[in-house]
C-alpha cells in the first residue's frame, strides 16, 4: 500500500520524488543525487491508485524513470493516468534502452543518472508522440487529444496547436475535440483514468510493433500509400524510415511532404527510398542508405536496384546493458 523509499526529510527540503519500478533503483536515485532526488518505487508491483495519490501529495511534477522497455514503458503510461487525476503532470526521465536507474549508475556512475534526471520531458508529451507515429493521422490526433485534456491548462493551446498541425486538422475542429475530452476528463477523472487504462493491451501491441520497422510504419505507409506495403521493397523502406527516426528527424512529417507535391510512381516504395536519401542529411542519408543495402542483401529484386547515394561504413553506437 506505501511507496517504498519515501524519505520526509528530504522531500521537505525540496527533493524531486523519482517514480522507479523496483527498491535497488530507488536507493540509487536517492544516493546517487545525495538527496537532491529521492526514488520512490512501489516494490516490483503496478503503481496503485493509493500510492498514486501519495506520490501527488509529494509533487506536482514527479519524475517516473521506470525501465526503458516494453514493461517499464507500459508502467509509465499508467502512472500518467493515475497521477493526472490528482493534478499532477509528471515527468519522464528518459533512459536508453535496455537500463534502469541502478544500472546507469552501476555502469556510468552518478553524474549520468543525475544527467538523466536534470533532463526530463512532460510524460504527456512522449505519450503523444508515441500515438503520433504509430497511428493513423485523424486517429492519433484523437487520442492525443485525451492525454492533453488531462494535462494542465497552460499546456494545452501549444500542444492542441501542433497536434491539429501534424494531422492537418482546423484549429475549430480541434478546439472542439478539445473541449469534449476536457469536458469528460472534468466530470469525473477517475472514471475517465480507468477507461484509458484500459486501452493498456492496444498501447502494448504498438509498442511490440515498434521492434519491428514493417509493422511500427504500417499505418503512416497505409495513409501515404496504399501500395508501399504490398512491394518488395517495402521492408527496406521501413527500415530506411526507423533509422530517420532514430537520427531524431520527424519522419510523418518527413514522408508527407516528400509526396505532397509529387506522388509516387509506378514503384512508390523504391521511389520514397530515394526521396528520403536526397532528402536526409549527412550523415542520415548515408546511415539510412547504409541500413537499407544492408536489409536488401540477398533479397530479390527491386530490393536491391535503383538510385543510391554513395555509402559509408558506419559503426555501431555502444549500448548501456542493464544489470
Known amino acids: 500500500a506505501q ?32 538527496g537532491r532526488y529521492v526514488g520512490v518505487a512501489p516494490l516490483g508491483t503496478a503503481l496503485t491508485e ?18 526503458a522497455d516494453l514493461p517499464g514503458r507500459l508502467a509509465a503510461e499508467r502512472a500518467f493516468w493515475l ?20 544500472s546507469v549508475l552501476h555502469a556510468h556512475g552518478p553524474d549520468a543518472l543525475i544527467g538523466l534526471l536534470e533532463g526530463p520531458r512532460p510524460l504527456g508529451q512522449i505519450m503523444i508522440d508515441e500515438r ?16 492533453i485534456a488531462a494535462r494542465p491548462p497552460s499546456t494545452w493551446a501549444t ?22 475530452a476536457v469536458t469528460e476528463w472534468n466530470r469525473d477523472p477517475a472514471h475517465a483514468a480507468a477507461g484509458h487504462l ?7 501491441a504498438r509498442l511490440e510493433a515498434q521492434q519491428d520497422p514493417s509493422q511500427r510504419w504500417r ?35 518527413l514522408t508527407r511532404r516528400l509526396v505532397a507535391d509529387s506522388p509516387l510512381r509506378e514503384m512508390p516504395a523504391q521511389d520514397l527510398r530515394y526521396r528520403l536519401v536526397v532528402e536526409l542529411p549527412e550523415p542520415a542519408a548515408h546511415s539510412a542508405d547504409y541500413a537499407t543495402q544492408n536489409e536488401c542483401t540477398g533479397a530479390p529484386a527491386p530490393c536491391g536496384t535503383g538510385p543510391r547515394a554513395p555509402v559509408v561504413t558506419t559503426r555501431s553506437t555502444p549500448r548501456v546493458h542493464g544489470r
Open 219 to 253: 499505418a503512416l505507409a497505409d495513409e501515404i500509400d496504399p501500395r508501399l506495403t504490398t512491394q518488395g521493397d517495402w521492408p527496406a523502406l521501413a527500415q530506411m524510415l526507423q533509422v530517420a527516426d532514430a537520427a531524431g528527424h520527424d519522419v510523418t512529417e
Open 132 to 147: 503520433r507515429a504509430n497511428l493513423p493521422a485523424r486517429a492519433a490526433f484523437e487520442a492525443a487529444t485525451r492525454v
Open 3 to 34: 511507496l517504498h523509499g519515501e524519505i520526509p526529510e528530504l522531500l521537505d527540503l525540496g527533493a524531486v520524488p523519482v517514480l522507479v519500478e523496483g527498491p535497488f533503483d530507488a536507493v540509487a536515485v536517492t544516493l546517487a543525487s545525495q
Open 50 to 67: 493509493e500510492q498514486a495519490r501519495q506520490l501527488a501529495t509529494l509533487s506536482t511534477r514527479p519524475i517516473v524513470a521506470t525501465d
Open 83 to 102: 497521477l493526472t487525476q490528482h493534478g499532477t503532470d509528471p515527468l519522464a526521465a528518459q533512459l536508453p534502452d535496455g537500463t534502469d536507474p541502478a
Open 159 to 180: 500542444t492542441t496547436i501542433e497536434a491539429a498541425g501534424h494531422a492537418g486538422i482546423g484549429l475549430e475542429t480541434a478546439a472542439k475535440h478539445l473541449r469534449a
Open 198 to 204: 484500459g486501452e493498456t493491451a492496444e498501447v502494448r
